[in-house]
């Protein structure tokens, strides 16, 4: 590849990027991980928030919405995002938002079986969410 269409397709990829946010794209998600529990984060209203947390491929367990998450951040899904190389391995599952409203909230993510309700999570991961207007 000559340098000409290297540097035009950069221009072309930096004039797409620049274009997209002038014409009121979303930002990018504000991602957060398991070394973030406890700590505080501010998005605004409309702003995606994903959170990445490790999970034990093959053991039932995944991470849940808890019933006392904020309202603040409609929950749009969660996905695997790096599969276990071995059956039985680590992987990260990720937990997709959408912040709807403004207000100060807590977001409770816990690591349980989906048939064990009488239990007690394995795992709780929680931040402090803002969502400004």
């Given at each position: 590849m000559n340098t000409n269409k290297f540097l035009a397709g950069l221009c072309m990829a930096a004039l797409f990027a620049t274009g997209s946010q002038?014409?009121?794209a979303s930002p990018d998600p504000l991602v957060i991980h398991q070394a973030d529990a406890g700590?505080?984060?501010?998005?605004?209203?409309?702003?995606h928030l994903s959170?990445?947390?490790k999970e034990q491929a093959g053991t039932g367990y995944s991470w849940v919405v808890a019933g006392d998450s904020?309202?603040?951040?409609?929950?749009?899904?969660?996905?695997v995002?790096?599969?276990?190389?071995?059956?039985?391995?680590?992987?990260?599952q990720?937990?997709?938002?959408l912040a709807v409203a403004a207000g100060k909230g807590m977001l409770r993510l816990?690591?349980?079986r989906p048939w064990e309700t009488d239990k007690?999570?394995?795992?709780?991961?929680s931040v402090t969410v803002t969502v400004a207007e």
């Open positions: 002038a014409m009121g700590k505080s984060f501010t998005l605004a209203v409309g702003r959170v990445l947390l904020t309202p603040l951040l409609k929950f749009e899904g969660s996905s995002q790096s599969a276990a190389t071995m059956p039985g391995g680590a992987q990260l990720a937990l997709d938002f816990d690591y349980r007690p999570p394995a795992q709780i991961f």
